[in-house]
């Protein structure tokens, strides 16, 4: 079993920073890719970010690259998503995964609560 949990949302103006971290526990959690979605108010849950078990592959999507950066430190069992160049577009509930290195939000096996992100014009 492997349990999550984000914390560091919040309401920035657009072009402001945020950053996201998700702390992991259970045993089997240093096995998996980390991945990052996000889902708007009647959208369906999206790709974002996803790191790989020993953080040395990232992958985004097109809409992020460039402004936001994954990274995972395994000592502190955290991973962060740094959101940089906000935009309104990027308002949505962020959730953290554990799974296989992909984008499809259906392979992960393991999510967090959430946390709510909303950029203001």
């Known amino acids: 079993q492997v349990q999550l949990v984000e914390s560091g949302g919040g309401l920035v103006q657009a072009g402001g920073s945020l950053r996201l971290s998700c702390a992991a526990s259970g045993r089997s959690y240093r096995n998996y890719a980390m991945g990052w979605f996000r889902q708007a108010p009647g959208k369906e849950r999206e790709f974002v970010a996803v790191?790989?078990?020993?953080?040395?592959?990232?992958l985004y999507a097109d809409s992020v690259k460039g402004r936001f950066t994954a990274a995972r430190d395994s000592a502190k069992n955290t991973i962060f998503l740094q959101m940089n160049s906000l935009k309104p577009e990027d308002t949505a509930v962020y959730y953290c995964a554990a799974g296989p290195f992909s984008t499809n939000p259906g392979s992960m096996g393991y999510w967090g609560q959430g946390t709510q992100v909303t950029v203001s014009s």
């Open positions: 790191i790989s078990w020993n953080g040395g592959s990232t």
